[in-house]
């Protein structure tokens, strides 16, 4: 038997929002890995099948078991929500195989993309990523806040509309105020802000408001933030931002 593994990802929560392809590749694994409460989105699918349930923290331990999985002959599948490319697994699997055995770089690897959290937020209230737009994730466990404040302030100077992932846990409840604190010396006051919680699930939970109200307290681990651009505006109930802009 020859090893393999994919890195899927499950989307933000509905199962209709789930790939065909994703659900294939769960179906075929005869071992899954991930995050405990990842897993248990996932039904069971086959007897046969052995679950591998871990802590958040430990992506890169988690990574090399299911990659040292791969290479004894099991077909893997590595589980994230959204998708595993974003902020998530897919990353830690090849940050494993470039420190790890030369073996698993001739693994039969692939990554099976998924709906990211920011676009089934995005989707909640209409079409605030419609122009240019970035991504930055909150977390400083991988990175210096430092550089997490200078590409805010890039991100800002520049006008483009800002997704934030991981805007707070209990280990880091301040940083999200201070990254509104930052974007409020570039941005304007009236800049629409999005607070989607539980996105693409039937738990959603959208708070509206303007960066110079936004309270960072709104914002938990299963919360979306969107900072407008200088075009972003509400048209009836939704909030969207144009495609085209001028300098
Ligand atoms: N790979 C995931 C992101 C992992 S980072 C993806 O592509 O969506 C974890 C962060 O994603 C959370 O702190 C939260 O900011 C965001 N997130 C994940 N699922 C979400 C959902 N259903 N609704 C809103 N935000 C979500």
């Known amino acids: 038997m020859t090893g393999s593994l994919v890195v899927v990802g499950t989307g933000p929560g509905k199962h209709e929002l789930m790939t065909p392809a994703t ?7 005869t071992d899954l890995v991930g995050y405990g409460p990842y897993l248990d ?14 802590d958040n923290r430990v992506e ?29 697994m897919a990353a830690a699997i090849f940050e494993a195989v470039e420190s790890g055995d030369p073996v698993w770089r001739t693994l039969d690897i692939r990554v099976e993309p998924g709906v ?48 934030l992932y991981n805007p707070a ?26 607070f989607v919680r539980a996105a693409g699930s039937v738990e959603v939970k959208v708070v509206a408001t303007i960066l110079a109200d936004a309270d960072a307290s709104v914002a ?15 048209v009836g109930r939704w909030i969207y931002t144009p495609r085209g802009a001028k300098s």
């Not at 989105?41 to 871990?54: K, Y």
């Not at 409840?173 to 999005?194: I, W």
């Open 23 to 29: 659900q294939a590749a769960l179906a075929a694994a």
């Open 41 to 54: 989105r996932v039904p069971m699918l086959r007897a046969d099948q052995c679950r591998h349930a871990s």
């Open 60 to 88: 890169l331990d988690r990574a090399r078991h299911a990659l040292a999985l791969a290479a004894s002959g099991r077909r893997v599948a590595v589980v994230s929500g959204g998708d595993p490319g974003v902020f998530a």
């Open 116 to 163: 990211t959290a920011m676009l089934a937020a995005a989707a909640e209230v209409g079409a605030p990523l419609g122009g240019d737009f970035c991504a930055i994730s909150l977390s400083d466990n991988l990175k210096d806040w430092a550089t997490i404040e200078r590409r805010l302030k890039a991100a800002a100077e520049a006008d483009f509309v800002i997704a």
């Open 169 to 194: 846990s209990k280990a880091r409840p301040h940083q999200l105020g201070e990254a509104f604190a930052l974007l409020r010396t570039v941005k304007a006051g009236e800049t629409p802000v999005l």
């Open 220 to 234: 938990d681990m299963r919360t979306l933030v969107i900072v407008g651009a200088s075009t972003t505006r509400r």
